[in-house]
Structures are given as C-alpha cells and as structure tokens.
C-alpha cells in the first residue's frame, strides 16, 4: 500500500504525460477535443482509471473512444518513462459524464432562475408558451394546493423572507460567528 501523498503525485504525474501524449504526440484521425479530466490510481499502483471528457456529442464520444483503444498502449507506453516506479499501472479509460451533468444542472439553475425573476416582475408565473421548454428531467417540483393559491392572487409574501434572513443572522450573532462554535475553543470575551 502506497502513501496517499505518493499515489496523489503520481495521479499527477500520469495526467500529465497522458494529457501531452494525446496532444502532441498521438497522431489519429479520431483524435478529436479529448481532454483529460482525473485520474485515479489503485492503492497498490497496479491500476489507473482515466477518465476524459469530449467536446461535441455521440459520435466524438465513439470515435474517441475508439481512439483511445488503439492508442492505449502508446499512451502506456509513454507514461511509464516518466514514472520512477518498478511497474506501471494499467491505464483503463472511461468517460467522465460529470461535465455533461454539471451542464445539465447548469441550464436547469438558469431556467430557474429566469422563471424567479419572471415572477419577481410580473407577480405571476410564466405562460405555458414559456414553460414549455423545459425538459423533462427538470421539470419543477408540483406547487401544493396553498402555494398555488398564493400565486394566482400575485401577492409574494416578502416578510417571511426577511424575518428568515433576520433569524439566521440572529443565530449566527448567538453563536459568536462562524469561527466560535465550530473550533471547539471557547471564546473570550
């Protein structure tokens, strides 16, 4: 078993020639915008997990994928001359689909956002013309009966709003900050 410290530096010393290899070294048409997100290497350093991402949709994605099959013994072969260790792991490749979920969620907070804003301005949700584009996967959470009615007479409630922001302010005053409490130290006064 590997120090922690040993498998971060040498995580990152794989990322690195990798990430230079698939650059400027592999010469492959597939060779699309492949970038190399993480890499995560076994405790006992005999396997390393690379994961990357594509720019552009599917048929990137296969043809890097593809690429990266035919050049993964290069590309191995590479990273061993730069590491110090008696055996090189074995570089797997799997596609990292965080940046695909971080967009989706991204557009998702944007939509809301806008849907806020239109409220805030108008008193009213949006038309149906104008929901009509969200996707399923973020359509938004069914409103009860009571806060239905509440937006239909286009009254918004602001007071609640600003005895909670007073309450939590009130309660982080209480506790001395955020530094008291949390430190385990007492404070002095």
Do not use: C
């Amino acid at each position: 078993m590997a120090n922690p410290r040993t498998i971060a530096k040498l995580e990152a010393r794989i990322h690195e020639r990798a990430a230079h290899a698939l650059e400027f070294e592999v010469r492959d048409p597939r060779n699309v915008l492949v970038t190399i997100t993480k890499v995560e290497l076994s405790k006992d350093l005999s396997r390393a997990k690379v994961f990357y991402s594509v720019l552009g949709g599917k048929s990137e994605r296969s043809k890097a994928e593809h690429m990266l099959a035919s050049a993964g013994g290069f590309i191995q072969r590479q990273v061993a001359r730069v590491l110090e260790t008696r055996k090189v792991p074995h570089l797997t490749w799997e596609f990292d689909e965080s940046i695909e979920q971080a967009h989706k969620l991204d557009s998702a907070i944007k939509k809301a956002l806008e849907r806020d804003r239109i409220i805030h301005e108008t008193g009213k949700p949006p038309a149906e013309e104008e929901q009509g584009n969200w996707d399923a996967e973020s359509e938004p959470l069914a409103e009860s009966e009571d806060d239905a009615d509440d937006s239909e007479e286009g009254e918004v409630d602001e007071g609640e709003a600003d005895e909670y922001d007073a309450e939590e302010d009130d309660a982080t005053e209480e506790d001395g900050g955020s530094a008291g409490p949390a430190s385990g130290r007492p404070q002095r006064g």
